[in-house]
C-alpha cells in the first residue's frame, strides 16, 4: 500500500528535509536548524560561532556559502528525488560578526528537465541581507526517501 | 626604518598569508594549512572529516568553497593590502568523500583598480578536479600588516 | 523651478529608459522595444531575426544576452543615476529560434551602497524560458538626465 | 574510405571552425572573424561598429559577450561534437568605444564527462583586458561535421 502521506507535498519536503539533514554531518555541526521547508522552498538558520570567524575578524564566507548552499540543497530535494548542486555563485552584501544569527530563505525559481535554478537570500535575524545566492541543481533520478 | 623584508613580494606574501590565518579560526579548525603562497597566487590543502559529510554523504560543498575562498583570500591579500571577496561562484566537477584530502590552488588572473579576479582550482591529492571556483576581490585601501 | 515630474517615480522611470534607448543605437539596430518599465524594472521585447542565427541555427547567445542586459541597464537607471553592468551571468535555459518574439523581465533584486543585483527572466512569447540573467551594477553617481 | 584529416586536432579544429562561422550569421553580421583556432581553444575578433553603442556610448554589453561567446563556441565544438552553451557569467572590467578592436581568447580549462569550462578573456587590439568570460558547455553526442 502506498504510503499517503506521498501525496501531500508539504509532508514530502518535510520528511525529505529530516532525513537529508539526519545525515547531514556538516549542516549539524555548524548547528544548522531547519526553520521551514516546503515544495520547492526551505528556510534554516545558523548562529556564526567562534570556529567560524575569518582573518578579518568576520564570518568566513565558506559558512554563509555552507548555509546557502544547505537551504538550496533542502529546497531542490523536497520533491522526493535525490538531486545535487551543479554550480554555484553567491554575492557577499554585508559582512555577518561572531554571534549573528543568520537565516537563510532558498526558493526554486525554475526547474528545467532534470535541472533547477534556486534563489538563497541570506539575512541577519533583524532583516539586512547578507549575502544573495544562486545555485543550479541537477536531479539523479533515485529517489531520496526508502 | 622601513622593514626591508616588505619590498620582498614572496616574503611579504608568507607574511601576509601567515598573518591572516593565525587570526581565521574557520580555516583553522577545519584543518586548512599552508602548502605554498607567493604574489598573487596561494595553494592551501585540508582533510575532509567527518564533520563535513553531508546529506548525500559527500563532503559538503560548503567545505569545498570554504577551502577554495581561503586560498583564494591568501592569493589577493597576498601585497599587503586588506582585500576582501565580492563574489564568488564555483563549479561542482567531482564529489569529494570522507578521508579525501583536497588541495586548492589559487592565481589571480586580473588586477584592474581595486578590484581583482582569482581563478581556483580544487583538485583531490593525485590530481582528479574537485571544483573551479573563480572570486572576484576588493581592495580596502587599507594594510594588512602593522 | 525644479521639474515636478522627477518626484514620480513611475515618470522618472519612463523618461530614463527612453532617454537611455533613444542613444541606444544597438538595442535599436536588434528591434528592442519598451513594453514596460518602473521604479527598478523594466520589460522590453526583440523579435529574432536572421543575423542573430548562429551556427547551431539557434538565436544566438549574444542577442539573448543583449536583450536581457538592456532590461537590465534601464531598471537599474531607473532612479536617475548613471549605473552600469559590473558582471553577469546567464544560464540557458531553452533554445530561441528564427521569428520568436522574446520578452525579457528585469526586477531589481537589491541595493546595496552604490551596488545593485538584478534579476532577468527572457521568454518566449506564450511563456517558456528561454534564458535566467542575474546583473550586478553600479552606480557612477552622476545623474542620467540633464 | 575515413577522412585522414579528421586525425589531426588542429586541422579539424580549424575546419569544425570554418564550418560553424559559415552558418553563424550572428557573428558574421557583427564582422566576427577568425585569427586562430586550435583544440580546445579559438582566437576571433571583431570591430566595435556604430550598432554596437549603448545608452551609455559605449560599447552594449552584448556585443562584448556576442564576441567571447562565438570564440566559446568554436572552441568547444573543435572536436567535432556539438556542443552548446549552458550558462556563462562575464566580467566588465573596462568599457570598449566605437572603433575599438576586440579580440576575445578562449581556452578550454577542463573536460568533465559531457561537460566542459571555458575562460575567455576579452582585450582592446594592444592588450588592455575589456572583460573577462566563464563559460560552461555540454555536448549532445552528435558529430558536427557530416
New interface residues.
Given amino acids: 500500500m502506498p504510503d499517503p502521506d506521498m501525496s501531500d507535498p508539504e509532508l514530502l519536503a518535510w520528511r525529505c528535509a529530516e532525513?537529508?539533514?539526519?545525515?547531514?554531518?556538516?549542516?549539524r555541526?555548524?548547528g544548522v536548524t531547519i526553520d521551514d521547508v516546503g515544495p520547492g522552498r526551505a528556510t534554516v538558520c545558523m548562529r556564526v560561532g567562534?570556529?567560524?570567524?575569518?582573518?578579518?575578524?568576520l564570518?568566513?564566507?565558506?559558512?554563509v556559502?555552507?548555509?546557502a548552499?544547505?537551504a538550496f540543497?533542502l529546497a531542490c530535494?523536497s520533491g522526493g528525488e535525490?538531486t545535487?548542486?551543479?554550480?554555484?555563485?553567491?554575492?557577499?552584501?554585508?559582512?555577518a560578526r561572531l554571534d549573528d544569527v543568520l537565516i537563510a530563505d532558498a526558493v526554486e525559481?525554475?526547474r528545467?528537465g532534470r535541472?533547477g535554478?534556486c534563489?538563497v537570500t541570506v539575512r541577519r535575524a533583524g532583516g539586512e541581507?547578507i549575502a544573495?545566492f544562486?545555485g543550479?541543481s541537477r536531479g539523479l533520478g533515485r529517489p531520496l526517501l526508502d
Fill in positions: 532525513a537529508m539533514l539526519a545525515e547531514d554531518e556538516a549542516s555541526a555548524a567562534e570556529t567560524m570567524i575569518n582573518g578579518h575578524s564570518c568566513h564566507g565558506g559558512y556559502f555552507l548555509l548552499d544547505t540543497a530535494n535525490v545535487v548542486a551543479q554550480a554555484c555563485d553567491v554575492v557577499f552584501v554585508a559582512p525559481r525554475l528545467y535541472n535554478i534563489d541581507v544573495e544562486r543550479r
